[in-house]
């Protein structure tokens, strides 16, 4: 995702960007390890209910012991936060270094306490989701921006924040999905998320009203950012690539009630995710046809 934004997006502007490209990486693998500490340590939580729920992709405590997940947790962290610091203050910026302690931080509350708690785990994981796209602008835009520049490089950071939005939403929608997809693990060990809250009925019913609100949404966002500019095949592109599988997942939602029904529903969103940030790609390359045309 983070390398679709740079070479499909950042890097076919005309402007400064503030990180090299082997700064760059290193931005991405910062990224991907704290994420992979937080699998890490949700594995080590989630080791009773991953037994019921998903037996076959049992790690910790079969594959590798608890004692090793914990010292492979704490070696992601401190070499993500490690390079997080290197580039804070390679770009002048050693306060951003928080973020990715906050990151961090918040996986852990997440797999520790949150998950267990009514939406507050699935509104963190989104965030979490849609801040990964936002860090792009404040680590690449925000330290290259001067008054000279500064109306499009605030223009290329609200096209970020619409993408960070599009992941929340999405991903939200998914969380609740895989709560419901893993219900009977979670009731065993005392979760009270969605489905087990209200029931798995009442729990697709509120994932069909969120996936039509998704969908009037970037209908909404098409219409208005991509037709009134002449980006047909942009349109196109999202027309048969993001909301055709979501109308396709609105349309199985409404009568979803195994889990072999949601982990399908959870999939198809997965693929939504991955389309609508390439989408970035597709719409500067459509502006680049338009301008040579």
Same mark, same amino acid.
């Given at each position: $995702?983070?390398?679709?934004?740079?070479?499909?997006?950042?890097?076919? &502007?005309?402007?400064?960007?503030?990180?090299?490209?082997?700064?760059?990486?290193?931005?991405?693998?910062?990224?991907?390890?704290?994420?992979?500490?937080?699998?890490?340590?949700?594995?080590?939580?989630?080791?009773?209910?991953?037994?019921?729920?998903?037996?076959?992709?049992?790690?910790?405590?079969?594959?590798?012991?608890?004692?090793?997940?914990?010292?492979?947790?704490?070696?992601?962290?401190?070499?993500?936060?490690?390079?997080?610091?290197?580039?804070?203050?390679?770009?002048?910026?050693?306060?951003?270094?928080?973020?990715?302690?906050?990151?961090?931080?918040?996986?852990?509350?997440?797999?520790?306490?949150?998950?267990?708690?009514?939406?507050?785990?699935?509104?963190?994981?989104?965030?979490?989701?849609?801040?990964?796209?936002?860090?792009?602008?404040?680590?690449?835009?925000?330290?290259?921006?001067?008054?000279?520049?500064?109306?499009?490089?605030?223009?290329?950071?609200?096209?970020?924040?619409?993408?960070?939005?599009?992941?929340?939403?999405?991903?939200?929608?998914?969380?609740?999905?895989?709560?419901?997809?893993?219900?009977?693990?979670?009731?065993? &060990?005392? $979760?009270?998320?969605?489905?087990?809250?209200?029931?798995?009925?009442?729990?697709?019913?509120?994932?069909?009203?969120?996936?039509?609100?998704?969908?009037?949404?970037?209908?909404?966002?098409?219409?208005?950012?991509?037709?009134?500019?002449?980006?047909?095949?942009?349109?196109?592109?999202?027309?048969?690539?993001?909301?055709?599988?979501?109308?396709?997942?609105?349309?199985?939602?409404?009568?979803?009630?195994?889990?072999?029904?949601?982990?399908?529903?959870?999939?198809?969103?997965?693929?939504?995710?991955?389309?609508?940030?390439?989408?970035?790609?597709?719409?500067?390359?459509?502006?680049?046809?338009?301008?040579?045309?």
């Amino acid at each position: $995702m983070q390398l679709i934004f740079r070479y499909g997006f950042l890097n076919q &502007q005309d402007g400064y960007l503030a990180l090299a490209d082997w700064q760059y990486f290193l931005f991405v693998l910062s990224t991907v390890l704290l994420a992979a500490a937080g699998y890490v340590i949700n594995d080590i939580f989630d080791q009773e209910t991953d037994t019921i729920n998903r037996p076959e992709k049992v790690i910790v405590g079969k594959a590798i012991s608890e004692s090793r997940a914990y010292n492979i947790y704490v070696g992601l962290n401190i070499a993500g936060v490690a390079i997080g610091f290197y580039l804070s203050n390679l770009i002048n910026k050693p306060s951003f270094a928080t973020i990715f302690i906050f990151i961090a931080a918040c996986l852990y509350f997440y797999a520790t306490t949150l998950k267990k708690m009514l939406l507050l785990g699935n509104l963190l994981v989104a965030f979490i989701l849609g801040l990964s796209v936002l860090i792009i602008g404040v680590f690449d835009l925000y330290p290259a921006t001067y008054d000279g520049n500064r109306e499009k490089m605030g223009l290329l950071f609200k096209i970020l924040t619409d993408y960070a939005i599009f992941a929340f939403v999405v991903n939200f929608i998914r969380e609740i999905i895989k709560d419901a997809e893993d219900t009977k693990g979670d009731y065993n &060990q005392g $979760m009270q998320t969605l489905p087990i809250v209200l029931g798995i009925n009442r729990t697709a019913k509120i994932i069909f009203v969120l996936l039509l609100a998704a969908i009037a949404i970037i209908f909404w966002y098409t219409n208005q950012h991509l037709m009134d500019f002449n980006l047909y095949y942009a349109v196109l592109y999202v027309l048969f690539l993001v909301i055709g599988p979501l109308l396709y997942a609105l349309i199985k939602s409404w009568n979803a009630k195994s889990s072999s029904d949601f982990r399908h529903l959870s999939i198809i969103l997965k693929w939504v995710i991955f389309f609508g940030i390439l989408s970035i790609a597709v719409i500067t390359y459509n502006i680049k046809i338009n301008t040579n045309a």
